[in-house]
């Protein structure tokens, strides 16, 4: 299925008109379509697996912005700490802790989005807000990794009032915690494919969108 460049370019204008950052997800899609879209201007992918993160960086232009977007294991980090732009989805203070020693090693500064657990679902990851709050006082000990907002994944349903009240539900956790993050504007990664517009109506800057953009996945 090639790149949905109609799509594309509907989305971009859909998005300036709300100041709201793309995040194009490739995963699984060969080097030709990011190629692609980054010819159309795109320049923020977003992956989820670490060892595709590197192959697909080493192949493509420098000055593509890496996303890591997926559950980023710790033993992980190293591999790409060197290059990824922001990690969005950071669960927990080892992690964070491991990012901080892999930026220092890199001599680099790595941004973070915290992950906070806004799905009804057990099954997705992210934090609480006691366990956030748990979390602050060691946070700012970390020199060599800056938070620069939040992320969530919403409920797998199309019922739209309870995909409204996951991301309210983000939207107040960020600015009750604006505190701890890099200022000047804090980043709120939600929204995908098939509910960004919604996402943007309650809060959204970032979205990660993968489907719309490149065509289903296996
Ligand atoms: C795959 C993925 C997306 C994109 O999903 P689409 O429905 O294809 O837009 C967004 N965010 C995360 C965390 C993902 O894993």
Redesign the pocket.
Known sequence: MPVNTAAYHSIKKELSTTHTRLVA?S?TKPLSDLQEMYELGQRDF?E?YVQELVDKQAALPKDINWHF??HLQTNKVKYIAPFVCLVHGVDGLKLLQEINKQAAKNNRVIDCLLQIHIAQEETKFGLNELELTEMLPQIGMLKNIRICGFMG?ASFTENQPQLESEFKLLKSIAEKFNSICFQPSTIISMG???DYQLAIENGSNMV?????LFGGRQ
């Open positions: 997800v995963k977003g989820n977007i997926g994944m995908m494919s098939s990660r969108i993968g489907s719309l």
